[in-house]
């Protein structure tokens, strides 16, 4: 039976969730290899899941930047949801996975932000392509990937990465959200450091939403 993991995402000056991400157990599964067919079976999951459980925060959708770019049939289901729920009268946040992509991605994604509340580029950090895609999407946001707060050791070798990274995004105006969060440590550091926004098991862990 399909799943959904529901992971808030929390503010880190008050601890309250300010949005909640939603990913599908069969995306998790196959990862990025996964035939367009299943994305769009997951993504109609997922929306029958937002409209059945009536979320009282912001929803965070991950979606193929790959698929946007190269299926014509993917990007109509991605763009009939964000309609259906923006009808709706529901907050998404658009989600677009490190993959590489087409040409026609900037201009897709464009034609997108009207029908969500944010573009956000997800796992900045994992792949090289990362400023790349950063200048290219222009995203209201960025989800700053896990790996990254390990940077944050005095003995790593990329000690100072971070800060680094606050000032860029903070210089083009684009949002900030810490991913990984796993101790108090890294929760004091982001907080004190003005990230204000973030996830990850020590603020709280992920939950599974049954499909009915």
């Known amino acids: 039976m399909p799943s959904i993991r529901s992971?808030?995402?929390?503010?880190?000056?008050?601890?309250?969730?300010?949005g909640h991400e939603l990913f599908h157990s069969t995306l998790r599964q196959h990862a990025y290899r996964s035939h367009e067919t299943i994305h769009i079976h997951a993504l109609?999951?997922?929306?029958?899941?937002?409209?059945?459980?009536?979320?009282n925060t912001p929803i965070?959708?991950?979606v193929s930047s790959r698929l946007i770019s190269e299926s014509n049939r993917f990007f109509q289901q991605v763009n009939n949801t964000l309609e259906?729920?923006?009808?709706?009268?529901?907050s998404v946040h658009l989600e677009l996975t490190e993959e590489s992509a087409a040409p026609s991605f900037a201009k897709r994604v464009e034609l997108l932000k009207p029908l969500c509340a944010q573009i956000?580029?997800?796992?900045f950090g994992s792949l090289s392509s990362n400023l790349d895609r950063l200048m290219q999407l222009q995203p209201h946001a960025v989800k700053i990937d896990r790996s990254l707060l390990q940077t944050l050791s005095p003995d790593h070798p990329n000690q100072g990465l971070y800060p680094v990274l606050l000032d860029l995004f903070n210089?083009?105006?684009?949002?900030?959200?810490?991913?990984?969060?796993e101790n108090e440590t890294q929760y004091l550091w982001l907080k004190n450091h003005g990230v204000t926004k973030g996830q990850g098991y020590y603020l709280e862990p992920p939950r599974v939403q049954v499909i009915v």
């Open 60 to 62: 965070f959708i991950n």
């Open 120 to 123: 956000v580029m997800d796992d």
């Open 7 to 18: 992971q808030p995402i929390i503010c880190l000056k008050t601890f309250q969730p300010i």
């Open 44 to 55: 109609k999951d997922t929306t029958q899941l937002i409209s059945e459980r009536a979320f």
């Open 171 to 181: 210089s083009l105006k684009i949002e900030i959200i810490a991913e990984g969060i």
């Open 84 to 90: 259906q729920l923006k009808n709706a009268d529901i």
